[in-house]
């Protein structure tokens, strides 16, 4: 997939196919020191899931992080700030989730590649590879995942931290 400026800006989210019909998706927001999920990027991932549906020929995808020491620290609090209401934040928040809950019915396994913070919708991001599909966290010992207050109210637990 070739990469076109979207209004002025990169696209967040990117795919290439390799020889062996494994897809690459890889999050990089330009600009910035971290990936963070924002709103804007819905039309970044509609592209990508919808050439991931309609390619019959992929085996499995990786979604990985273009950043040398994160994976993806969540929602973007510049653009919650934004919010007018609490009803524009909680629309925002359902999008993120409709956009996992897309990821999760592919039809081939996902891995997450997770190579530093993968907090709030990160670590929801990287917990929507399907339950029979793989997620990776590397290097040992120097990834802190912290579920969102909404996975954690959904898993019945506090917070959990991997060191």
Same mark, same amino acid.
């Given at each position: 997939m070739d990469n076109p400026i979207i209004e002025g800006r990169q696209p967040a989210f990117s795919l290439e196919i390799a020889d062996n019909n494994v897809a690459w998706v890889k999050i990089d927001v330009a600009g910035e020191k971290m990936n963070s999920l924002q709103a804007s990027f819905a039309e970044d991932f509609a592209d990508v899931l919808g050439e991931l549906k309609a390619n019959n020929a992929i085996k499995g995808l990786v979604v $990985?992080?273009?950043k040398p020491d994160n994976f993806v620290v969540g929602a973007d609090v510049r653009m919650l700030d934004a919010c007018g209401s609490a009803e524009d934040a909680e629309?925002?928040?359902r999008k993120g989730q409709e956009m996992f809950g897309e990821i999760e019915k592919l039809p081939f396994h996902v891995v997450a590649a997770i190579h530093g913070p993968a907090l709030g919708g990160g670590l929801e991001l990287a917990l929507a590879a399907t339950a029979?599909? $793989?997620r990776?966290?590397?290097p040992p010992g120097s990834v802190y995942l912290k579920f969102s207050s909404g996975c954690c109210r959904a898993l019945g637990v506090a917070s959990v931290c991997l060191v």
């Amino acid at each position: 997939m070739d990469n076109p400026i979207i209004e002025g800006r990169q696209p967040a989210f990117s795919l290439e196919i390799a020889d062996n019909n494994v897809a690459w998706v890889k999050i990089d927001v330009a600009g910035e020191k971290m990936n963070s999920l924002q709103a804007s990027f819905a039309e970044d991932f509609a592209d990508v899931l919808g050439e991931l549906k309609a390619n019959n020929a992929i085996k499995g995808l990786v979604v $990985y992080s273009g950043k040398p020491d994160n994976f993806v620290v969540g929602a973007d609090v510049r653009m919650l700030d934004a919010c007018g209401s609490a009803e524009d934040a909680e629309a925002i928040a359902r999008k993120g989730q409709e956009m996992f809950g897309e990821i999760e019915k592919l039809p081939f396994h996902v891995v997450a590649a997770i190579h530093g913070p993968a907090l709030g919708g990160g670590l929801e991001l990287a917990l929507a590879a399907t339950a029979e599909s $793989y997620r990776t966290v590397m290097p040992p010992g120097s990834v802190y995942l912290k579920f969102s207050s909404g996975c954690c109210r959904a898993l019945g637990v506090a917070s959990v931290c991997l060191v």
